[in-house]
């Protein structure tokens, strides 16, 4: 977004290189001393628009008047044909006032297997022609611009390319319109030496061009040799098909129509950019058929584009200014009136801390209004729960476009109040959008499966973060709705503002402010008031374990999903792209000043790569290379901390473990700013060292040794934590150890640890990542623990098979349909990888892992089919059985039970009769508890389980293997970006074959 700076700066180190040209002469082919000839070239559309600007400004300079230098152009862009246009009318200027003429180097481009995986990862439309025709179509376009006789003087061409057809015709045009001697051919050194010859021979000037390395760097020049070998041998390529071409053969039937086939598509080639999107615009809403809605993702803001940064400024000035206008406050809302009071908070801008810039301020909620807004809450006013899923789904969608309609307020207040620079707030409100089309639509398809009957659970707290103050929210909030809860937002003290707007946005799309209740207020008193309120009947919290802990401590029966943070790492081998790996891991542990829960706060390097003295200056340069500072200025990539360090991170920042050492020191930018806290690197942390076991959530990254993967393995899972990690290895038997022994819900291999995209990788970890039920955020079960679910009985054939079973053949023949049906969903569901993305260049596996082992206890009033179906689902699954039965049986149920045990357990299963204290005892040792019905879970079972933060899975049963079974799996999401710049390698050659 900082175009001008990032001109500016590039500018400064090309001027360098252009005074060297000129300083280190050469005698050219015609015996005169010539400077240096310096081209520039560009691989991402990404960096067109900037090299342009940078060749314009630097050759601008008063030295450089002089200087013939070059630049490239690449014909598979459709908007090729302006800039060449508007470099030739540049160009003329400069001649015209006395300076020298440049050069176009003309290509088709390289870079479409990366331009077409961008396209696919991000969600916009691919820059580039999709056929070769169009591209070569676009070469004769240009190439016929700039061979004209009064461009050709001022902008002269080399037209790149190993076809001899472009060649000629290149050759015929210039020699027609008299301006042979403005071009050149060119080719590439050791592709065809034949070509090069006959256009030798045509007395044309022909420019060869051969990569240059040292002894050390020649692995560099061998990579772009087998890069070009690989695009000159396509299938359609010139090359290909032309050796030993004679005419009229078949091969050069092949080339003639591929050269027909560009000529005609002249006529209707289009000109423009095809990535149009202008944030400027007001939003169209989209015209949605409910009923036959497909979920797609909300594409972020490409901020490469001309009118996104202007887009961008705006909202600075706005938002950067937002004092000067007032402000901007927020209030509780509770049964749909705004509560005034004085207990006002006021909110700084921490990027303009030495000003003291109060962006707005916000009313605290008191204890009362707690109390009426449950109430509220729990009597429906509005009718919410009454409505269908496809009324609540309509109006949804519609706060979705409501987020559409405010993205550039929702960025501006995030970097106003946390200081979150615009790249990170933007992707927030398309995941934003995202919750929001995605969960009322997950609901219909739970509640389409044949047979099912939902129900909204009733009231439902939503405790959200700082970190990330829009998606987080709206999430929890989307979630409850689209289930039919009304729902309360506590959000965190440090982005109250943030929440209010996305309150708004609920609001304005028509969610009722009875429906949807605003508390903002300390984290102790709302505790204290709405956490141990029996009239709320979920949490869903996004924060720290150790309040998460309080939570249970205070309410020991809450129902919560929790995720909790995690010290989450990346492993590199020394099978990894070191160049790769050394940008992921820099983005996922310093991006948003480290705060994010699924940042890499651990790095683990295989000893080659702990020792390699290259790899270690890598991290080191690339972390000091990141700009800290005001949100408002837009060379920074990283703004301020949303609160100044203290606990973890203030002791981290303070001192250092036996053997560890400072790689890059901790330090403050922008003059002091106690929130602006630099990137930081410790090395040397070793296993059980604080910053190997403790979370931070700020920007310093520890570095630990390994002696091999599987060392590195271990040290990762030893922290008890299972949130998100990632491995950078090229070598797949590496990835799938990797992948099967590292605990943690949400694995990357080859990719950053950060910016999980709704259904393409939900959210959610294991261990310590996690209390609660365990569903993903943002995939299709998470929506099923604010649901009361229940089934049509099956419909059971009694059969002679069963009548050996006396009273009880009915409960057995009932048990086995259902079985049939569990078997059936782990065959179609719970067994499979999924992949609902099928993005280019990037897996995202979706699969369940079966628990390890499970506690089921069965007590009087439990109906034998559900206590069969249970062993039934945990023994799919693959878990370790424990049956826990009271010491007094008074059921004929458990009695046939035990006396059927043996033929029903497997060898490692266990048949215990046991008192509350053993039981207990048990429970902390399981992995998975189930009872089959809530009642059954007494508070002292609860009180003595708060410490171990043991989810107990108490609802009613359901005879439907796809809500049934999720009991006893544990969601985990695996994303392998396996493309190689965009090249698929052996994956492609599949999906082409």
């Given amino acids: 977004m900082a175009h001008e700076w990032s001109v500016g700066q590039i500018s400064n180190k090309l001027e ?129 611009y700039l061979l004209d006789s009064d461009v050709a003087p001022y902008a002269h061409l080399g037209v790149a390319s190993h076809n001899l057809f472009d060649h000629a015709l290149g050759m015929l045009l210039s020699r027609q319109r008299g301006v042979e001697k403005f071009y050149s051919a060119e080719m590439l050194e050791g592709m065809s030496e034949t070509a090069y010859k006959v256009l030798k021979k045509e007395g044309l000037d022909v420019i060869l061009y051969a990569p240059t390395a040292t002894k050390e760097t020649f692995t560099n ?52 950019p095809y990535r149009v999107q202008d944030r400027n615009k007001e939003p169209i809403k989209p015209e949605i058929d409910l009923d036959n809605y497909v979920y797609e993702s909300e594409a972020d803001t490409d901020f490469v584009l001309e009118q996104n940064k202007k887009w961008a400024a705006e909202i600075a000035d706005k938002w950067k200014n937002i004092a000067k206008s007032g402000g901007y406050h927020a209030k509780p809302v509770v049964g749909s009136k705004e509560i005034e009071r004085d207990d006002i908070v006021k909110v700084i801008d921490k990027s303009q801390y030495h000003d003291g810039i109060v962006v707005g301020s916000y009313v605290k909620a008191a204890a009362d209004d707690m109390k009426e807004a449950v109430k509220v809450a729990k009597e429906d006013i509005d009718c919410w729960r009454k409505l269908t899923t496809k009324e ?120 009722s402010k009875n429906t949807l209740q605003f508390l903002p207020s300390s984290g102790t008193l709302a505790g204290e008031e709405l956490i141990t309120n029996r009239d709320i009947d979920f949490t869903i919290f996004t924060g720290g374990e150790q309040t998460a802990y309080g939570m249970i401590k205070q309410r020991s029966d809450i129902h919560l999903s929790a995720e909790t943070g995690g010290k989450d790492a990346t492993i590199v081998t020394s099978m990894s792209d070191r160049d790769q790996a050394v940008k992921n891991v820099v983005a996922s542990a310093f991006n948003n000043s480290g705060q994010k829960c699924s940042a890499t706060s651990l790095l683990v390097l295989e000893d080659e790569l702990y020792n390699d003295e290259n790899f270690k200056r890598m991290l080191v340069d690339a972390t000091e290379s990141l700009h800290v500072g005001s949100v408002w ?16 991170l203030q002791k981290a920042l303070s001192y250092l473990d036996e053997g560890e050492e400072w790689l890059v020191p901790p330090s403050y930018a922008h003059g002091g700013n106690p929130y602006m806290l630099k990137p930081s690197i410790r090395w040397g942390t070793k296993e059980g060292d604080f910053c190997h076991m403790n979370e931070l959530f700020g920007p310093v990254l520890s570095v630990m040794r390994a002696d091999d993967l599987k060392d590195a393995i271990d040290a990762v899972n030893s922290t008890g934590y299972g949130l998100t990690s990632g491995v950078e290895s090229l070598d797949e038997r590496e990835q799938k150890i990797w992948s099967e022994k590292l605990k943690a819900g949400n ?16 959210f959610g970890g294991m261990g310590k990542s996690a209390i609660g039920s365990g569903k993903k955020a943002g995939g299709f079960n998470y929506v099923t623990q604010f649901m009361n679910i229940s089934a049509d009985k099956f419909i059971f054939q009694k059969t002679h098979e069963f009548s050996s079973h006396g009273v009880f053949a009915d409960e057995v023949a009932k048990t086995s349909e259902i079985a049939k049906d569990f078997v059936k969903w782990h065959r179609e569901e719970f067994s499979k990888e999924h992949d609902y993305a099928n993005v280019r260049g990037e897996s995202n596996v979706i699969r369940y892992l079966g628990v390890k082992s499970v506690l089921l ?137």
């Fill in 747 to 762: 694995l990357y291999i080859n990719r950053s640890t950060t910016g999980a995209i709704v259904i393409r990788q939900p």
């Fill in 392 to 511: 609540r789904q309509k109006i949804l969608m519609d706060a979705a476009h409501e987020f559409r309609k405010r993205r550039a307020d929702l960025i501006g207040v995030a970097a106003a109040e946390v200081g979150k620079v615009f790249s990170e707030t933007d992707v927030e409100v398309s995941e934003a959008i995202d919750f929001l089309n995605f969960y009322p639509y997950s609901v219909r398809k739970i509640e389409e499966l044949e047979g099912l009957h939902v129900a909204p659970k009733g009231v439902g707290l939503v405790v959200s973060p700082w970190n990330f103050p829009v998606a987080i929210p709206t999430g929890g909030i989307a979630a409850a709705l689209a289930a039919g809860n009304t729902v309360i937002l506590k959000p965190a003290s440090d982005s109250v503002l943030c929440a209010q707007m996305v309150c708004e946005c609920f609001w304005r799309a028509g969610v």
């Fill in 16 to 144: 360098k290189i252009y005074a060297a040209a000129m300083q280190n002469r050469f005698i050219n082919v015609d015996g005169k001393e010539s400077d240096k000839f310096v081209n520039l070239d560009m691989e991402e559309y990404k960096d067109v628009r900037l090299t342009v600007d940078v060749f314009k400004k630097t050759l601008s300079v008063e030295k450089f008047k002089h200087l013939y230098a070059g630049i490239v152009l690449q014909t598979y862009l459709p908007d090729t044909l302006e800039l060449a246009k508007e470099l030739s009318t540049w160009a003329k200027q400069r001649v015209n006032s006395g300076g020298a003429p440049i050069k176009i180097r003309l290509v088709k481009g390289a870079n479409q297997e990366m331009e077409l995986t961008e396209a696919s990862l991000r969600g916009w439309e691919c820059v580039t022609y999709r056929k070769k025709s169009q591209s070569d179509a676009n070469f004769k376009v240009i190439m016929d």
């Fill in 633 to 648: 200025d837009f060379k920074n990539r990283i703004g301020t901390l949303s609160s100044k360090p203290s606990g973890n």
């Fill in 221 to 272: 020049a061998i990579a772009y040799l087998v890069r070009r070998f690989d695009e000159n041998t396509a299938e359609q390529n010139f090359l290909r098909h032309s050796f030993g071409l004679k005419v009229d053969s078949e091969a050069w039937k092949t080339l003639v129509k591929s050269y027909d086939d560009a000529l005609s598509e002249i006529e209707d080639l289009k000109l423009t």
């Fill in 857 to 993: 206890r069965c007590q009087s009033g439990d109906k034998l089919h559900e206590i069969l179906s249970s062993i039934t689902a945990a023994k799919i699954a693959g878990a370790s059985l424990l049956i826990s039965l009271p010491k007094k049986i008074q059921s004929d149920e458990l009695v046939w039970l035990i006396n059927n045990s043996r033929n029903i357990l497997a060898k490692e299963d266990v048949l215990e009769l046991q008192s509350d204290d053993e039981l207990i005892e048990s429970m902390k040792k399981a992995q998975r508890i189930r009872f089959l019905n809530p009642k059954h879970v007494t508070k002292n079972i609860y009180d003595a389980l708060k410490d171990e933060t043991k989810h107990i899975t108490s609802e009613p049963f359901v005879p439907h293997g796809r809500i049934e079974l999720l009991h006893y799996f544990i969601e985990q999401s695996v994303t392998n970006s396996y493309h190689r710049y965009g090249n698929l390698g052996v994956r492609g050659l599949k999906e082409d074959g």
